[in-house]
Nanobody, 122 residues
Framework: QVQLVESGGGLVQAGGSLRLSCAASGRTFSRYAMAWFRQAPGKEREFVAGISWSAGITDYADSVKGRFTISRDNAKSTVYLQMNSLKPEDTAVYYC???????????????WGQGTQVTVSS
């Protein structure tokens, strides 16, 4: 089992920044690819960013490229999402997820955090 706990969400004005963190406990964190997904009211959960177990590969949704950066610290069992130039359309609950495979599909991930709300005001 892997337990994931997100933090860092909140209310920010458009153009502002937030840094989300996801702390993992349980099985060996460094074995897992990690990803951030988000879900806005009435919408499906969508891929935001992903990072391989070694941090050698990262991927981003087109909507966040150039604004968001995913990183991980395996020594601290933590993955981060730095979000800059935030827009109202970034408003959603953000979830981190862990999986043994690399994917942009939610069903490929085995473990999920409880989510953290990000609200961007215009």
């Amino acid at each position: 089992q892997v337990q994931l706990v997100e933090s860092g969400g909140g209310l920010v004005q458009a153009g502002g920044s937030l840094r989300l963190s996801c702390a993992a406990s349980g099985r060996t964190f460094s074995r897992y690819a990690m990803a951030w997904f988000r879900q806005a009211p009435g919408k499906e959960r969508e891929f935001v960013a992903g990072i391989s177990w070694s941090a050698g590969i990262t991927d981003y949704a087109d909507s966040v490229k150039g604004r968001f950066t995913i990183s991980r610290d395996n020594a601290k069992s933590t993955v981060y999402l730095q979000m800059n130039s935030l827009k109202p359309e970034d408003t959603a609950v953000y979830y981190c997820a862990a999986g043994l495979g690399w994917s942009t599909t939610p069903r490929e991930y085995d473990y999920w955090g409880q989510g953290t709300q990000v609200t961007v005001s215009s």
